[in-house]
């Protein structure tokens, strides 16, 4: 039997997996996902989303996936690994992924990598327009991780975000990246005087932190009146991981399989010692960290 079944939950309470449903919503987060669908509505363009590794970028983009799959009016893609080594093979991504009709373009005897950047280009404009205008949908493109584009898929970014009526944008762009997205976009003005909104998420605060924990037992179905994780536990924690979400998660999860072990009631400060500790012996952390 699972550890977690043996302390009374449904599930896994900090799996690392991007579960929008174990997504909490610090005032940070809410007010990037809040302004992202803000912008998307009003068909703005361009929202760029910052943060270190284990910010909850990730988790926030399938929390943006689940709010665009519960609506009957968009139409959207999401990219996890954006490694385009130039702007062809990126044109040819989307057109695949958004099953764009290229019958005026590929022959009997002609595939989708024989097609030039002018016509993918071309077939990709048309799509956006009929999605747009005749369809009246909502065309986004989210893309995690957006720290490796490519400059060529960066300047194709631009190009495709040029593609508009007098009203709006015709295509919806997403970008979540780690900080060293920043200065990439910086090298490339007319693509930075595009963001209509921007947004850096940081680590937790202790409350947040400790809000998260409680959260995250919750939805995992605990329901027990008793704390699994005493404050002492918490506020060690929030010392070790810095705040950062993911982190967080991880010591959660360690900490309540040596709960199960232990034979001990809650975690507490004992046991999230031990597991700093012996990451410590290990190599794995470095002692002015503790």
């Not at 989307?94 to 002018?118: E, P």
Request: glycine share 6%.
């Amino acid at each position: 039997m699972s550890y977690y079944k043996v302390l009374g939950f449904d599930k896994e309470p900090f799996s690392t997996s991007p579960d929008p449903a174990f997504l909490y919503l610090t005032r940070e987060h809410e007010i990037a996902l809040t302004n992202v669908l803000i912008e998307i509505r009003l068909r703005r363009g361009l929202s760029v989303i910052l943060g270190d590794v284990g910010t909850g970028k990730t988790s926030l983009s399938r929390k943006l996936v689940q709010y665009l799959k519960e609506r009957g009016d968009f139409i959207f893609h999401i990219v996890l690994d954006p490694c385009f080594e130039n702007e062809h093979l990126f044109l040819s991504y989307l057109a695949r992924n958004f099953d764009i009709n290229l019958d005026g373009y590929c022959g009997s005897d002609r595939k989708l990598w024989q097609l030039n950047v002018m016509d993918l280009k071309e077939a990709l404009e048309k799509f956006l327009f009929q999605a747009c205008h005749e369809a009246q949908k909502t065309v986004v493109l989210i893309i995690d991780e957006a720290q490796k584009l490519s400059e060529p898929s960066m300047e194709m970014l631009r190009v495709l975000l040029n593609y508009e009526t007098n009203e709006n944008k015709l295509l919806q762009v997403v970008l979540l990246g780690q900080m060293e997205l920043h200065p990439k976009i910086l090298r490339i003005p007319n693509f930075c005087d595009r963001i209509s909104f921007k947004h850096t998420l940081h680590p937790l605060g202790l409350k947040d932190a400790k809000d998260l924990i409680h959260f995250r037992i919750r939805q995992a179905g605990y329901t027990s009146n008793s704390n699994l994780f005493l404050d002492e536990a918490i506020q060690l924690i929030h010392k070790v991981s810095h705040g950062y979400p993911r982190r967080i998660t991880l010591l959660c999860h360690r900490a309540l399989k040596n709960l199960v072990m232990q034979n001990k009631w809650a975690v507490d400060e004992g046991i999230v010692r031990g597991i700093i500790e012996e990451d410590v012996s290990s190599g794995w952390l470095s002692p002015v960290l503790r």
